[in-house]
């Protein structure tokens, strides 16, 4: 979550986990709900946080999500039906001491799910300039107001927004700009993740396939003392195509 991370005084950096979509103010909130409905069944609530099935059996989400076991659990309720937690596997390296490095983890269920839809993990390195949906079912709110005090919608209800990826980070990283709508750059349903959204997706499409190209990390205020949430801030999400080796070698067992 969001809040597990400290607000580091240079660059504002806030764990984006916990959260749900933060929307453009001056669009109808209905359209982010069915664009959920259209493109997001892939990700699933997690007891806190948001993942994303990449195996009927295997979910991706932010190692920050997976830090404290109370926040996981020992199981999921999906379709209502419960299913035990088998392990977790973070990021052997992930940190956060200095601020936050190889944000993901695995997820690993104790039986499959029927009929779920899959995510394929996105490898390639031409991130950069792609149209992509984020998922999240944390508290909503709209870019004027960010997280505010009595700005928040803490319903959980599950939405979707659009952002464009527009720059890498070399720490394994991708980057998105919650752009206003007066800037002439913001799309039609833009937004970020917001409070509880931590670990899920940012999905890319091609067709009706679904690809993840990133998992919900953090936040950056860009030392304008931004509050979280609000136009201007940048989103951070792991760049999935630096992991898909490690990934790809934890569910086979290796």
Partial sequence: ????????????????????????????????????????????????GVGTFIQPDWI?????????????????????????IKKVVMHPDFGMNRGISNDIALIQLESKVPGVKLAKLYN??????????????GYAGTGDKGMADGAVNKDRKLRA?????????????????????????ALPLEGISGPGDSGGPALWFDGDQAYIMGV????????MGKPEGRYGVWEYYARVSDYVDWVEGVVAGK
């Fill in 161 to 185: 927004a659009q952002n464009k990826v527009d720059g890498t980070e070399r720490e394994g990283f991708i980057r998105f700009t919650f752009d206003s709508p007066d800037s002439g750059k």
């Fill in 60 to 84: 991706i989400t932010a190692s920050h999500v997976c830090e404290n076991p109370e926040y996981v659990g020992k199981e999921l309720t999906i379709n209502g039906k419960v299913y035990p």
């Fill in 124 to 137: 390639k390195s031409d991130e950069v300039g792609k149209e992509i949906v984020f998922v999240g079912t």
């Fill in 216 to 223: 919900s990390s953090h936040q950056d205020g860009r030392g």
């Fill in 1 to 48: 979550m969001k809040t597990l991370v400290t607000i580091f005084s240079l660059f504002l950096l806030i764990p984006a986990g916990g959260e749900d979509i933060i929307m453009r103010h001056d669009v109808d909130e209905a359209k982010y709900f069915e664009l959920a409905e259209k493109y997001g069944a892939t990700a699933i609530r997690l007891n806190a």
